[in-house]
């Protein structure tokens, strides 16, 4: 594998900046808090960062509300800030991928400030403006996400626009061919200054149905449960065959700058619709994210048989990828327990395909609970119980005031049961969450097998879910997962299978010969490294790198 394949052997960990590290005080993390920590990301021994948006942004959604692509807003410093941080981050070996929101901007951003200003302004046509329906009302009956009507009245200029999240958030009108240049321009502005690559928020609500068609009900619509836009079915206003072209462009923009810059993209749809994005002779986005594992039963079979499915429907050259957590899900660390966690990230760093990590799930943080009257993200006044702030309070780094976040008063509380997982406390403590992490990632570089192996499921049942990573040279890689509390025993497949514990989710069994079956305690997840294989059972390294 070259250089351009480095994010399929790569662990990519998302960055929400706001809440990584606060150089000057104020309470909210920037780019100078991050290049002080990159010395983390390095040491944990993962490949890129993705960094959520940095740009100017009035942060009503806390910047994916953009008022100006090719800046950085001053509460994360400046782009010398982060020039500097991306060329420290290089020198480290370490890739930068920005977040692109290519499907609204924010309501002050001077393209819609001009745009609303009049029915006659130049630049009207770059959002999607409609004159009312025949009864009067919203020209379609399109929901956006918090489930109302997509469309916005606006009063100074008698018309409708669109727009799929907040008010303050417009959709760009992607027909127009001038959005589309003036948007591939700001990835090129990006790409020239060297960054790696983007993830694209939103991909898959680019483009709407021009003809404006009525999307259908959902019969299967789960009122309290689903979200409340999914009581329609989004046929003609979610991935429309305009955006999947538009999709190929976008990476023949970036493979302008070389083919080692990568797209990740956030789509959301179902496992199909999800494989059309990588584009015909995967001409399309990289890695289009596979979101199963953020709101999948945590069943074994359940899982056992997505995985079969996700990587028999990957078209030819397509690379698999996985997801646990993002900014905009409950952590993974609160959705199934502690020791559940530590299974899931073997899962997670062991599947076939790039794993994404999102900041603190290294130190399995959970969710903080936020009383509603102190929620900040609009998302908790517009769908009660869906408040995101959980999600994104700060990293703890230690156990000081403030969990050296910062020196002031945090956005959002770091929370006592995060504060004492703080990454301090964590790092020389040979059976915390942290080492587990730096310890599957240090496998993961030094054993091909695990990161570019076949993937063969070995049969087991109950809570077990087993799989095989295996070289064309024979080795075979065993990794065997108890999403269960109590013990099981999983019978090896053939005697090829045999070799000892790497690695356990729980202390004591590194090294442990294994041949005939496989005892796995409750809530453990083991790899067994083939007999003969020159790095087994070796000591992490846990020394201050
Ligand atoms: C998805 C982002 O991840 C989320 O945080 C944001 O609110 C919406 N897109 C709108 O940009
Ligand atoms: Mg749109």
Do not use: C
């Amino acid at each position: 594998m070259g250089d351009a394949d480095w994010w399929r052997r790569g662990v990519i960990y998302q960055i929400y900046p706001r809440s990584f590290m606060d150089s000057d005080g104020d309470g909210v993390g920037d780019l100078p808090g991050i290049l002080a920590r990159l010395d983390h990301l390095t040491w944990l021994g993962v490949d890129a960062i993705w960094l959520s948006p940095v740009h100017p942004s009035p942060m009503d959604d806390f910047g994916y509300d953009v008022s100006d692509y090719t800046g950085v807003d001053p509460v994360f410093g400046t782009l010398d800030d982060l020039d500097r941080l991306v060329a420290e981050a290089h020198r480290r070996g370490l890739r930068v991928l920005l977040d692109w929101v290519p499907n609204h901007t924010s309501d002050q951003h001077p393209w819609f400030r001009a745009s609303s200003s009049s029915r006659d302004d130049p630049r009207r046509d770059w959002y999607v403006w409609r004159d009312p329906g025949p009864d009067g009302g919203p020209p379609s009956n399109w929901l956006r996400y918090v489930g109302d009507s997509a469309w916005r009245w606006h009063e100074p200029t008698g018309q409708f626009y669109y727009r799929v999240f907040l008010d303050s958030q417009p959709d760009l009108n992607w027909r127009n061919p001038e959005v589309q240049e003036a948007m591939f321009d700001t990835l090129r502005f990006w790409l020239a200054r060297g960054i790696d690559g983007f993830r694209i928020d939103a991909l898959v609500v680019l483009v709407e149905d021009d003809r404006l068609r009525d999307n259908p009900p959902n019969p299967s619509y789960r009122p309290g449960e689903d979200f409340p836009y999914m009581r329609e079915l989004s046929v003609w206003n979610v991935d429309r065959p305009e955006t999947r072209e538009l999709a190929a462009r976008m990476r023949k923009v970036v493979d302008e700058f070389g083919d080692d810059r990568v797209l990740l993209a956030e789509l959301g749809v179902p496992l199909e619709q999800t494989m059309a994005y990588y584009g015909g002779d995967g001409g399309g986005i990289q890695v289009p994210f596979n979101f199963e594992l953020l709101t999948a039963a945590w069943d074994a079979r359940g899982i056992a048989g997505y995985v079969d499915r996700y990587l028999a429907a990957l078209p030819a050259g397509a690379w698999p990828n996985w997801v646990l957590g993002n900014h905009d899900s409950p952590r993974v660390a609160s959705r199934l327990g502690p020791a559940q966690a530590r299974v899931a990230a073997v899962l997670l760093l062991t599947l076939p395909g790039t794993p994404i990590l999102y900041q603190g799930e290294e130190l399995g943080l959970g969710d903080v609970p936020i009383p509603p009257s102190a929620a900040i993200d609009p998302i908790a006044q517009l769908v009660p119980g869906r408040g995101r702030d959980p999600e994104r309070t700060p990293m703890p780094w230690d156990a000081g005031p403030g969990g050296g976040f910062t020196t002031g008063r945090p956005w959002l509380p770091v929370g006592e049961e995060n504060l004492s997982l703080n990454a301090a406390a964590q790092r020389d403590d040979p059976a915390s969450m942290l080492t587990l992490h730096r310890r599957l990632l240090q496998l993961r570089r030094q054993t091909p097998a695990l990161v570019t192996g076949a993937y063969q499921p070995v049969e087991a049942d109950g809570d077990v879910l087993a799989y095989l990573r295996t070289t064309p040279g024979g080795d075979r890689w065993l990794v065997a997962l108890n999403l269960g509390p109590s013990p099981a025993r999983l019978a090896l497949p053939g005697p090829a299978a045999a070799g000892r514990v790497e690695l356990s989710t729980q202390p004591g069994r590194d090294g442990e010969p294994v041949a005939g079956s496989l005892d796995l305690r409750g809530d453990e997840a083991v790899v067994v490294s083939p007999t003969g294989h020159a790095d087994a059972a070796q000591e992490p390294d846990t020394r201050p790198g």
